[in-house]
Nanobody
Framework: QVQLVESGGGLVQAGDSLLLSCAASGRTFSSYEMGWFRQAPGKEREFVAAVSRNGDATYYGGSMKGRFTISRDNAKNTVYLRMIILKPEDTAVYYC??????????????????WGQGTQVTVSS
């Protein structure tokens, strides 16, 4: 069982940067691949980024690559999402998620087992 708690969301202006954090409970954090997803009002949940168990591999959703960076610190049981040049269309609730490690990273939300409650990011124009 893994419990995930996101933090770092808030109201920012277009062009600003933001760092989201997701703290995980348990001693087996390093055995899980971690992902970030987001959901805007009235839209389906969207894949943002994923990181491998030891952090050496990453995978991004198409519109996020180049502006968002996922990383993790296994010593702190924490995964991060660094977002730069934020746009109003980045406004959403951002969720972190975990799934047991596998051969390849994935953006399919159904393959993630544990989810946090989400943190709201609002980008004003």
């Amino acid at each position: 069982q893994v419990q995930l708690v996101e933090s770092g969301g808030g109201l920012v202006q277009a062009g600003d940067s933001l760092l989201l954090s997701c703290a995980a409970s348990g001693r087996t954090f390093s055995s899980y691949e971690m992902g970030w997803f987001r959901q805007a009002p009235g839209k389906e949940r969207e894949f943002v980024a994923a990181v491998s168990r030891n952090g050496d591999a990453t995978y991004y959703g198409g519109s996020m690559k180049g502006r968002f960076t996922i990383s993790r610190d296994n010593a702190k049981n924490t995964v991060y999402l660094r977002m730069i040049i934020l746009k109003p269309e980045d406004t959403a609730v951002y969720y972190c998620a975990a799934r047991p490690g596998s051969i390849s990273l994935t953006g399919h939300s159904a393959q993630y087992i544990f989810w946090g409650q989400g943190t709201q990011v609002t980008v004003s124009s």
